[in-house]
């Protein structure tokens, strides 16, 4: 099946993928080849694809996820708001931010959603860049 | 004839007008490639986003949600208008208000809306809504391609409340289009109600599964469309703005040159008949002293 990961900067992953694990709003689901058309939310976190070379990890924000059935086969598309190889994450600079982003909400006394949103967001990709560049540094 | 400082005196002055110009132009050359390079990236994203809205709408009845909901084909319009905040870009912010304005007064003459209002991008588009005394509901100031995301979400925000409050029946997106370093289209798109395609796409038209469910999908789906469509646009808009002033200041710098070379000709001309004309009293004073 034909994966394409796609950030408003660009195309970060076009690549022929024997499967893929990603993180759904309701929790993570995998994709084989011959899956029936699908969309979903995805939520921050890692997506794993594993190709004919190995498996791969992505950080990647907040997004969607389709799943269609074209003429040559199956094509995943993945539209995210952002991504990042885990090979590339700066992980001492993720894992700061992570604990900056902890710290911050630890103080906050705020208890409205809309003031709380970007401090989670902050947390939330700080921690899928530290956990995508854990997950490949430990292959 | 003008005199020999007249001409000396206009000389310097076009030359520092080149001068500007000159530098104008090396200043939107570079702040263009580094736009060009945004509005590339940002394609892909915005084309697979229109993708896949366009099949969710397919799969979907125009009842399900309001954002498809195309309520007689709009009899009251909002035109967003992007232009720039900076003139000196030839006919970048005209062209494009004029075509707005057209399209709206076509529309209304033939009987096909009621009432077209203006949302309005940039100073220029401002002040040209402004001083015609148009129904501008709304102007903003004009982004850089850093602060174009926000802009869109303001915008979009607005767009959808404007929608789903029955105020406009229908949003219509007017951009210069980025097509080359020298060549920007002005453009009208459709914007709301979002629109199902009636051709077929290379889907096989199945159902397809939704989590978590299709209402949240839709939500999900049709905000995130609004917000990149208007992205996209509005860094279309922004590297043809330089583009537009590149080759303005282009056009400038060339004029500028062909100028100086006229009134140098007409200088040295003007230097040389005085000159003669020294000569000739000169001689002719000789000529009167031997007789």
Avoid at chain 1, 49 to 58: F, I, P, S, V, W
Avoid at chain 2, 114 to 126: I, P, Q, S, T, W
Wanted: with cysteine; charged share 25%; net charge neutral.
């Amino acid at each position: 099946m034909h994966l394409t990961v796609t950030t408003p900067r660009g195309y970060l992953v076009q690549i022929e993928a024997e499967e893929l694990v990603a993180p759904g709003l309701l929790g993570e689901f995998g994709v084989l080849p011959g899956h029936i058309p699908f969309m979903s939310v995805l939520k921050p976190g890692v997506l794993s694809y594993r190709t004919k070379e190995g498996t791969k990890y992505l950080a990647v924000g907040d997004g969607i996820l389709q799943v269609a059935r074209v003429t040559d086969g199956d094509k995943v598309d993945v539209l995210v708001d952002r991504g990042e190889h885990g090979k590339d994450v700066d992980r001492e600079a993720a894992q700061r931010e992570l604990a900056a982003a902890d710290a911050e909400l630890a103080k906050s006394k705020s208890e409205s959603a809309a003031e709380l949103k970007p401090m989670q967001d902050r947390r939330a990709w700080a921690a899928a860049q530290v956990e995508a560049a854990g997950r490949t540094g430990a292959h | 004839m003008p005199s020999l400082k007249a001409v000396r005196l206009r000389i310097a002055s076009v030359k520092s007008t080149q001068k500007i110009t000159s530098a104008m132009k090396m200043v939107a050359a570079a702040k263009l490639r580094r736009s060009q390079d945004a509005v590339v990236a940002a394609r892909p994203y915005a084309q697979t986003m229109a993708d896949i809205t366009a099949e969710l709408a397919r799969a979907t009845d125009a009842e399900a949600h309001p954002l498809l909901d195309a309520r007689g084909a709009g009899r009251r319009i909002a035109l967003v208008v992007m232009t720039s905040d900076r003139g000196l870009c030839g006919g970048f912010n005209s062209n494009l208000c004029r075509m707005a304005q057209r399209h709206a007064e076509e529309k209304k003459r033939t009987g096909e809306i009621d009432e077209a209002r203006y949302e309005v991008v940039g100073r220029k588009g401002r002040d040209y809504f402004r001083r015609r005394k148009l129904n501008m509901t709304r102007d903003l100031p004009s982004a850089a391609a850093d602060t174009a995301l926000a802009r869109a979400k303001e915008l979009a925000a607005a767009v959808t409340e404007e929608f789903l409050s029955c105020t406009v029946d229908a949003v219509l997106l007017v951009y210069n289009q980025f097509k080359s370093v020298g060549s920007q289209r002005p453009v009208i798109e459709p914007l709301l109600p979002i629109a199902a395609p009636t051709t077929a796409t290379d889907g096989d038209g199945s159902e397809f599964l939704y989590e978590p469910g299709k209402d949240q999908i839709l939500d999900y789906v049709l905000t995130l469309y609004i917000e990149t469509q208007l992205h996209r646009a509005l860094l279309e808009s922004i590297a043809s703005e330089f583009g537009a002033r590149m080759t303005a200041m282009e056009n400038a710098t060339k004029n500028a040159k062909e100028m100086i070379d006229r009134l140098t000709l007409q200088y040295n001309r003007a230097r040389q008949s005085s000159i003669t004309k020294e000569l000739m009293e000169i001689v002719g004073g000789a000529e009167a002293l031997k007789g």
